[in-house]
């Protein structure tokens, strides 16, 4: 396959990205449905009678409009299985949700509203050591259980639907959908996007020397990168050495 033949490929590949998008788009529309429908009963999170009163309800409600956990369920009881097995004792752990940093900053939260969480570790005993937030007065909260409305359903298009599985089967039998992500670059990556593009263009150059003879750029490469790690033992080494004779003579 020649670089025309590439070139109206990727073309090709974009066009049917757009396509589905667009599919994606008028698959979701809805209609609303009046008077709604009961379906199932709805558990959540809401305010104490005690934490209404408070002088903070407003930020506690607002606090909670993020943090609810909802879950739905046929039964009222919330409890599955058969007769044998509701009888056994189930613990509830339907809690109120934590929020990362990452969330936090994006919420816009001031940093006054800290005092109504503490912090931990998210992934603890690993070496990502991000945080989240959890509230910690849960007392202020309690689980109420509703009937769930449903209010609006989502229009049934079978043409779209059946132009959205072409394609999908289209891409994944073809095995297209790696250069797609390649296209729209949207595969997954480590580092910044900067770090990220100068290794692949070092990458490229170096590939591109060698294919062309220019085998010194590869000798270089490799001695730098040797020379670089020589460097790196020698201070580790250094380092040990000073904390010895640290120790020794005190």
């Known amino acids: 396959m020649n670089r025309n033949q590439h070139y109206h490929r990727d ?18 529309q809805f ?34 409009r993020e943090i609810d956990n909802p879950r739905f369920h046929w039964r009222k ?25 990452y969330r936090w900053k994006r919420l816009g939260w001031p940093a006054a509203w800290k005092k109504y969480f503490h912090q931990i570790l998210k992934n603890p005993g690993q070496c990502d050591q991000t945080f989240k937030y959890k509230f910690q007065r849960e007392d202020l909260f309690e689980l109420f259980t509703e009937r769930h409305y449903v209010r609006r359903v989502r229009v049934l298009d079978v ?46 150059r ?21 020379f670089t790690s020589a460097a790196q033992l020698i201070k580790t080494l250094d380092s040990r050495a000073y904390t010895t004779i640290q120790f020794l003579y005190p």
């Open 206 to 226: 170096r590939i591109r020397k060698a294919m062309e003879g220019d085998w010194e750029a590869e000798v270089r490469r490799r001695l730098n990168s040797l």
């Open 77 to 101: 009881n919330f409890v599955s299985g058969r007769r044998r097995q509701r009888k056994k004792m189930l613990e509830n752990d339907q809690l109120p949700q934590s929020v990362s940093e």
């Open 31 to 64: 209609v609303k449905i009046d008077p709604p429908i009961t379906r199932g009963w709805i558990r959540h999170w809401r305010l104490t009678p005690k934490a209404r009163n408070r002088h903070d309800a407003s930020i506690l409600q607002y606090i909670l």
């Open 159 to 204: 043409e779209a639907e059946s132009r959205l599985a072409e394609l999908d089967m289209h891409l994944t039998n073809r095995q297209w959908d790696h250069r797609l992500k390649k296209l729209l670059d949207t595969g997954y990556r480590w580092g910044s996007d900067s770090v990220y593009r100068k290794q692949e263009h070092q990458e490229k």
């Open 11 to 28: 073309k090709k590949l974009l066009a049917l990205d757009r396509e589905r998008k667009a599919l994606w788009k008028r698959m979701r």
